[in-house]
């Protein structure tokens, strides 16, 4: 039988969060596997859906009006890269594009902090794909103070105790100006608990086709992990809006994380509406043109 599009989607509705006033991130357990019990289930209703999500896509990219912006925040090791992989391995590379955002270069750094993404934004019909995000300016530039001073804005303007507030404002006026220029945003923080990231760290240390994965920083930043959770918890309560909401992710289990992703992807595309171009009748007249002289 084939799987259910319902049950791929229902997965996502559970974990979407589009009004944040009263989120609290210990509500969602990373373990949770939303009672599907196996892994061979969720491979096939991934199937399912990395097929749906390319037919959607196609449409997308035809239409060219609408585009698709996925942002991905998590902890090390939470699995962001895997997640990218696994649900856009059906999907058209020439209609997506991933940027990762790393610590800002010097160029960078002389910009405001909007500036390097605005120019990675998705073209109309794309998919952008963001890994890490600007939400890194109310993350670890929160939790690590140093970090704001070397952005250089001008002492005037940044009291500590506003800049974060004023940060969640920007932002939520940003995404909703892109949001009204036809770009859609999803916003996916991935929820791993910190036993699993041990876990995970002790693998990349263990097995040597993974040491390249380890970075001594990974365990610097493990260090500040409450801070860590305190500032996920309120950036998802302050940003997380109704066109613009947050999934929050649990990622303890890979293969589930991969499911939710796609089926918030499957659903938001299939709320555009999406179809192939309608051609006129003209055009129409142009095709059966070429049609006779192909014949010939
Ligand atoms: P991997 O899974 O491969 O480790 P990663 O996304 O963690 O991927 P890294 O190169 O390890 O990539 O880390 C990127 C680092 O850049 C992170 O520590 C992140 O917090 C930092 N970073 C991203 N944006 C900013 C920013 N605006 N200001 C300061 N640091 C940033
Ligand atoms: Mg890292």
Not at 80 to 105: E, L, R
Not at 143 to 162: F, M, R, T, W, Y
Not at 207 to 212: L, Q, T, V
Request: net charge positive; proline share 4%.
């Amino acid at each position: 039988m084939k799987p259910d599009r319902n049950k791929i989607t229902g997965f996502a509705r559970d974990y979407c969060v589009a009004k944040g006033k009263k989120f609290h991130l210990k509500d969602v357990d990373p373990k949770d596997t939303g009672k599907l019990e196996s892994n061979e289930e969720a491979k096939e209703l991934l199937t399912e859906g990395v097929k749906l999500m390319s037919d959607m896509q196609e449409k997308l990219y035809a239409q060219g009006r609408w585009s698709l912006l996925l942002i991905f925040q998590a902890m090390d090791a939470a699995g962001k890269d895997g997640t990218i992989k696994h649900v856009m391995s059906g999907i058209n590379p020439q209609g997506c594009q991933v940027t990762s955002f790393k610590a800002p270069s010097a160029t960078d750094l002389v910009h405001d902090y909007f500036w390097r993404s605005n120019v990675a934004l998705p073209e109309r019909g794309q998919i952008g794909i963001f890994n890490r995000s600007y939400y890194e300016e109310v993350l670890v530039v929160r939790v690590h103070q140093k970090l704001l001073k070397a952005e250089k804005i001008p002492a005037s303007l940044v009291k500590k105790k506003h800049v974060v507030e004023e940060r969640f404002e920007d932002i939520n006026a940003h995404e909703r100006y892109l949001t009204r220029n036809g770009v859609v945003i999803r916003k996916f923080f991935l929820h791993v608990s910190k036993s699993e990231q041990k876990r995970r760290f002790m693998a990349r240390l263990d097995d040597p086709s993974k040491n390249w994965k380890f970075s001594p920083s990974d365990l610097k930043e493990r260090a500040y992990w409450d801070e860590y959770v305190d500032a996920y918890e309120e950036m998802i309560r302050k940003t997380a809006t109704h066109h613009s909401p947050w999934y929050v992710v649990p990622a303890d289990n890979k293969w589930f994380t991969h499911l939710v992703v796609a089926g918030a992807i499957i659903e938001t595309l299939d709320s555009l509406g999406l179809a192939f171009p309608e051609i006129t009748a003209e055009q129409r007249k142009t095709l059966q043109a070429a049609r006779n002289i192909l014949k010939k």
